[in-house]
């Protein structure tokens, strides 16, 4: 192994299928904001101030799903035909997803009250949503390996790769099983299925030890 860190990038110019991709998600931002009107009021001013916080949590969860797609075609530069629908996918699933992302941080943030059906059947959506969108991007990394060969990845590389599929399907199993913690027949369900994407956390650091394992060999 060399000391040299991470995946080369084979990615140079923006490809139209990652141009697509950022409007896409430019426009999933837009459906995010607080307020597409300028406050007429000092109450409706409040009122939106009011839920910066929501759409902080949900432009950050926005972000992270754009900076995984982004790394991965800085890292590949990929441009065939199951990369580009795989794509499509995951901005299809995005653009549906982004709605129920606002809702729950605004509820959890002191919205208004949800019966507990609702509630659990916001964490179910949430959830699963999640667990597509990450599912996908997996699909994307599993679609790069089988080309190790084309794109020439050395040994690294294609650790490297395995690791970071890895870490997507695990983010897509903390989403399951939210979904999971929601259906569960006990008062602190919410609790539960909140907390347990906590453990995504858990899923990034085993990778990153992985990582320093690969690389001290």
Same mark, same amino acid.
């Not at 075609?73 to 499509?88: C, H, I, K, S």
């Given at each position: 192994?060399?000391?040299?860190?991470?995946i080369?990038? #084979?990615?140079?110019?923006?490809?139209? $299928?990652?141009?697509?991709?950022?409007?896409?998600?430019?426009?999933? +931002? *837009?459906?995010?904001?607080?307020? @597409?009107? +300028? !406050?007429?009021?000092?109450?409706?001013?409040?009122?939106?101030?009011?839920?910066?916080p929501?759409?902080?949590?949900?432009?950050?969860?926005? =972000?992270?799903?754009?900076?995984?797609q982004?790394?991965?075609?800085?890292?590949?530069?990929?441009?065939?035909?199951?990369?580009?629908?795989? *794509?499509?996918?995951?901005?299809?699933? $995005?653009?549906?997803?982004?709605?129920?992302?606002?809702?729950?941080? &605004? +509820?959890?943030?002191? =919205? /208004?009250?949800?019966?507990?059906?609702?509630? #659990?059947?916001?964490?179910?959506?949430?959830?699963?949503?999640? *667990?597509? *969108?990450?599912?996908?991007?997996?699909?994307?990394? /599993?679609?790069?390996?089988?080309?190790?060969?084309?794109?020439? @990845?050395?040994?690294?590389?294609? &650790?490297?790769?395995?690791?970071? %599929?890895?870490?997507?399907?695990?983010?897509a %199993?903390?989403?399951?099983?939210?979904?999971?913690?929601?259906? @569960? !027949?006990?008062?602190?369900?919410?609790?539960?299925?909140?907390?347990?994407?906590?453990?995504?956390? /858990?899923?990034?650091?085993?990778?990153?030890?992985? #990582?320093?394992?690969?690389?001290? /060999?």
């Amino acid at each position: 192994m060399t000391g040299r860190v991470g995946i080369r990038e #084979r990615g140079g110019n923006i490809s139209r $299928v990652e141009g697509f991709a950022d409007c896409a998600f430019g426009f999933a +931002v *837009t459906l995010l904001v607080v307020s @597409l009107e +300028v !406050p007429k009021t000092f109450d409706g001013l409040v009122a939106v101030l009011q839920g910066i916080p929501s759409f902080a949590l949900s432009f950050a969860i926005l =972000g992270w799903i754009w900076f995984t797609q982004f790394r991965f075609f800085r890292r590949y530069g990929l441009e065939d035909t199951r990369t580009v629908v795989l *794509t499509l996918v995951l901005l299809f699933v $995005v653009l549906c997803y982004v709605y129920p992302l606002k809702f729950l941080y &605004a +509820v959890s943030l002191g =919205g /208004a009250g949800l019966s507990e059906r609702d509630l #659990r059947l916001l964490f179910v959506i949430y959830g699963v949503g999640l *667990t597509t *969108t990450f599912l996908v991007m997996a699909l994307m990394y /599993a679609n790069a390996y089988r080309q190790r060969e084309r794109l020439g @990845l050395d040994d690294l590389e294609r &650790a490297e790769t395995r690791i970071a %599929a890895a870490e997507l399907v695990g983010v897509a %199993a903390v989403g399951l099983l939210s979904s999971a913690l929601a259906t @569960l !027949p006990i008062p602190q369900f919410p609790w539960f299925a909140g907390l347990a994407y906590c453990l995504s956390s /858990a899923v990034y650091w085993a990778g990153g030890r992985r #990582r320093r394992a690969l690389r001290a /060999a």
